[in-house]
């Protein structure tokens, strides 16, 4: 994805351009994003927060789920599993968000998402999303990705 395409996706959002989400793909069924750490990613153990890393999975895998969409329709959270395997990383550090959508019908997706640092696996999640009629931002999306 290009830099424009980060920057209308942060406008869109402003709680993923506060983090300095940067996203990276978005077709097919999948989906990537990317993180720069600094302290303000940070738990008082100086690692990334488990919040930060949540708030990641649950993006892009609602991304994911979303690009199976022609109409790039909204996608709610209905429900999320969160399994944490390592420390996310330290600042300086830089973390991948990858969600994949593996199966779908004709109100919900089913996907799973991985956040790794370098070639370590950080943590795993799965989670059921509920496609929602087209919102105002789903016009949005449609623009920015150029669906008809």
């Known amino acids: 994805m290009t830099e424009s395409i980060t920057q209308a996706n942060q406008a869109l959002n402003p709680f993923l351009h506060e983090l300095g989400v940067e996203f990276l793909e978005m077709e097919n069924g999948q989906a990537r994003l990317a993180l720069d750490l600094s302290e303000r990613h940070m738990n008082s153990w100086q690692i990334t927060h488990g ?42 550090g830089r973390i ?41 931002s789903g016009e949005n999306m449609k623009k920015l990705y150029g669906s008809d």
Request: aromatic letters at 8%; one cysteine or more.
């Open 96 to 136: 991948e968000a990858r969600g994949k959508a593996f199966h779908q019908s004709t109100t919900m997706c089913f996907c799973e998402g991985e956040i790794w640092n370098g070639e370590r696996l950080v943590a795993k999640a799965m989670g059921t999303f509920k496609y929602l009629r087209r919102l105002k």
């Open 51 to 92: 919040g930060v890393l949540m708030t990641m999975l649950d993006v892009v895998m609602a991304m994911a789920g979303r690009s199976l969409s022609a109409e790039l329709k909204g996608v709610v959270t209905l429900e999320m599993k969160t399994t944490f395997l390592q420390p996310g990383g330290v600042p300086g």
